[in-house]
């Protein structure tokens, strides 16, 4: 039989040394770890629909340099961290001044900081399941830690902006830690972008940890060019009647995947997960959601919608496992899909797994095409061919492009679903 293929030795090597002792003894053993970890295959079964997908040539083992560069596409209304090539940039950002609320570096963590965060990170992800997040915690160059005080509020969005740029191939491994105390407020925007034409690869994990009564929203818009694989992880643990909220929009590549995994450990805690993806060409796009409700009294609901246009493949993996103690659950996912075209390829696979019996969960997943009845009913009534599968392709995805609660973030989608739309429907 022939061997699994294991991850080069040349994404082991040492990565810089600007962050904090604990946190390089952290990387280092998080290095060692990963000597002679099995690659995915199709044979994995969270990656089977993905692994062909996944590039990792020594030529992106190259940590990608960061120059400074201090681009963005947003207009950003609020508060603005910069990453380039995986490193924060200070000078092109702009902190909060706010009581009770700290955002770092972790280079500029001193050595206890580091010491305490090097004991969490980690712990809100099963990286058994979201296997790629291991090599980010080997290789992460810099990160940003964000710590909320209790009660305390950040009035405008965080908007944390990912840039890597494609002079030369490499890899980025941005990495951000929240810790939210007790009934403290944020809202997290992470966008990411790129520039130039040679071949990278973006490694990036999320950390969002909610005390009691805490609320967070993370809104995530995935817009990075072709010759970017994006593969993310996002981990969430919620203490009792805490909310957290998702909103992601995603436009395809030659490889994105996003893992997210949310534990809900504290009765009376809340979680919306809504997700948008669009993909065309030979693009692939692949999301993967785990809910655990954990503690009794808890509540779920869970919306992705899936868009794919001529040969290109979108995946969606749903799954929500009711423990033994977690009565009175509520729980929700829902995925629709709509293929533009019959050379586009869509797998969708929800999953429920309950193990205590006083709950009330459902789930459901549709995949089809566009109506031609409504479609005939608008052309009959003087619209175009072009704009009626506009407006129909964009009504289907409409209602979660509307709950997001960032207007620039709207606008910002808005604008690429427009550039797919002119791309992918011509006049008749």
Not at 265 to 290: F, M, R
Not at 402 to 413: G, H, L, T
Request: glycine residues 8%.
């Amino acid at each position: 039989m022939k061997p699994a293929p294991t991850i080069s030795s040349a994404f082991l090597e040492p990565g810089g040394q600007s962050l904090p002792a604990p946190l390089l003894e952290l990387r280092k053993q998080r290095g060692t770890a990963l000597v002679d970890m099995p690659l995915p295959t199709r044979k994995t079964e969270n990656w089977k629909y993905s692994s062909r997908h996944l590039k990792l040539t020594d030529e992106l083992a190259s940590t990608l340099p960061a120059t400074g560069k201090d681009g963005y596409s947003l207009s950003i209304p609020g508060y603005r961290v910069v990453f380039h090539n995986g490193v924060m940039i200070p000078e092109a950002s702009d902190f909060p001044d706010l009581d009770g609320i700290r955002i770092q570096r972790f280079a500029d963590l001193d050595d206890d900081e580091a010491a305490g965060l090097a004991e969490r990170m980690d712990n809100t992800l099963d990286t058994r399941a979201v296997q790629m997040a291991r090599l980010n915690s080997a290789r992460f160059e810099d990160g940003l830690y964000i710590q909320l005080d209790k009660e305390a509020v950040l009035d405008q969005p965080l908007f944390i902006v990912h840039e890597v740029t494609g002079t030369a191939s490499g890899s980025a491994y941005p990495r951000i830690y929240v810790d939210a105390a007790r009934h403290s407020q944020i809202t997290v925007v992470e966008e990411y972008l790129s520039s130039g034409e040679e071949p990278v690869m973006v490694d990036t994990v999320t950390e969002f940890v909610l005390a009691d009564g805490a609320q967070v929203t993370n809104v995530r818009l995935v817009m990075e060019g072709e010759n970017v694989q994006h593969i993310g992880a996002t981990g969430v643990r919620q203490a009792a009647n805490s909310r957290f909220e998702s909103h992601s929009v995603g436009f395809g590549g030659p490889l994105r995947r996003h893992d997210l995994q949310v534990r809900l450990e504290g009765e009376g805690g809340e979680c919306k997960l809504n997700g948008v993806v669009v993909t065309q060409g030979k693009q692939h796009y692949d999301n993967h959601t785990s809910i655990e409700h954990v503690a009794a009294h808890c509540d779920s609901e869970e919306t992705y919608r899936n868009i794919a246009a001529d040969e290109s493949h979108a995946v969606f993996n749903g799954r929500i496992h009711i423990h033994e103690d977690a009565q009175k659950s509520n729980a929700n996912m829902n995925n629709k899909n709509l293929l533009l075209s019959t050379g586009a390829e869509i797998d969708t696979k929800p999953e429920l797994e309950i193990y205590a019996d006083d709950v009330k969960c459902a789930h459901g997943a549709t995949i089809g095409q566009l109506d031609r009845i409504s479609l005939f009913y608008l052309v009959s009534r003087g619209i175009g061919r072009r704009e009626a599968n506009t407006l129909l392709t964009m009504a289907f995805i409409n209602e979660l492009v509307e709950q997001i609660p960032v207007q620039a973030v709207k606008d910002a989608a808005q604008l690429r679903l427009n550039e797919f739309f002119d791309q992918t429907f011509q006049e008749a």
